[in-house]
């Protein structure tokens, strides 16, 4: 009986220790191009992690939008399919609205303003997708997005009467937003873009440059119209469940690797976006210069009466525009 008790003992003990030292897989999923900036640096990030970790931590990561669109994705998390998700705030906002406020068309207009921007706020919307289950591994950037289409179009009559633009499926309150500044949105799934611009389903699209060349969107839509619609900004998010689950002693030593490959992705999409523009000229890509970039202004403050209040909380929309505006009076 002592022995069998011994026995007892001893394997529970080795079960306990192989419980504390189990692997963690994460999977993560996201809309990168396979073999993109933005994926390059999450496996990258992923290597680091399992080095730091001894291999308890494993990242896999789903690209190219595998796994469906960013709200896909989300829903994917909520039921365990998914541990992460790299989102733009469009994707983040099935999580929680606020952060969508930092990219309100033509509010901020540099990255500059950018940075102010996100230091002041960034941690108040960290502490919103923790409220919701969620922690933050960073914020990073897709960058200044810019109308590519099929068709050339150059002034905002063109894209009122014409453009059939893309609006991001299930989320009505954006749809309403485009409406109000005088666009045609065709709402579908971002994996539907391609095979729809083909089609003539859709003709425009906003996208930053560096992603419309490592999708290859630039292709299908050659007409780029040289004037920055909004910033694209996002987060890679891990459900806080799964998170907690990683030793307490390891989580921080992860989480600044993580906060230092968001920053990586920063630098890198600022130093490669004028790049991308160079080689996509190179590759067929036409710029057209806007007829009349005050009629899109217009159309962007149009937008801003829908943004504040249905898309995002009146407060943090009100926060941003007042840190935007002490960026620019310190700068002057």
């Known amino acids: 009986m002592r022995t069998l008790a011994l026995a007892a003992s001893l394997t529970a003990a080795l079960g306990i220790a192989g419980a504390a030292h189990a692997e963690e897989r994460i999977k993560l999923g996201t809309l ?5 900036p933005w994926h390059q640096l999450l496996k990258e990030m992923g290597q680091k992690w399992k080095e730091a970790s001894g291999g308890q931590v494993n990242l896999v990561i789903y690209p190219n939008g595998t796994l ?57 919307l960290n502490a919103l997708l923790e ?3 969620y922690v933050n591994l960073g914020w990073s950037e897709v960058g200044f997005v810019r109308f590519f289409s099929t068709k050339k179009y150059e002034s905002m009559a063109d894209f009122t009467g014409k453009a ?23 709402v579908m799934s971002s994996t539907d873009i391609v095979p729809s611009l083909q089609t003539g389903l859709l003709d425009t699209v906003a996208l930053a440059p560096l992603y419309a060349f490592t999708s290859r969107i630039f292709e299908q839509a050659k007409y780029m119209l040289d004037l920055p619609w909004a910033v694209l900004t996002g987060a ?90 002490e960026a620019r009076a310190k700068k002057k």
């Open 164 to 186: 059939k633009v893309f609006g991001w499926e299930g989320d009505p309150a954006s749809i309403e937003a485009w409406r109000a500044g005088g666009f045609q949105p065709k």
């Open 236 to 325: 890679t998010v891990v459900r806080k469940d799964v998170w907690d689950r990683i030793p307490a002693d390891l989580r921080p030593k992860l989480q600044q690797i993580a906060f230092d490959y968001a920053k990586k992705v920063s630098q890198e999409i600022r130093r490669m976006d004028q790049d991308a523009l160079k080689k996509m000229k190179e590759q067929g890509l036409v710029v057209v210069a806007p007829k009349d970039p005050a009629a899109f202004n217009k159309a962007a403050l149009s937008t801003w009466t829908v943004i504040r209040g249905k898309v995002v909380p009146p407060e943090i929309f009100d926060e941003v525009k007042k840190l935007v505006d």
């Open 131 to 133: 409220k919701k289950g």
């Open 32 to 36: 990168a191009p396979n073999g993109s």
């Open 68 to 124: 469906g669109s960013e709200g896909d994705m989300v829903k994917k998390t909520k039921i365990g399919q998914l541990q992460a998700v790299a989102l733009t705030t469009i994707g983040l906002h099935e999580i929680t609205p606020e952060p969508q406020a930092v990219d309100v068309p033509m509010m901020i207009d540099n990255f500059e303003q950018l940075d102010y921007v996100m230091e002041r706020v960034g941690p108040k």
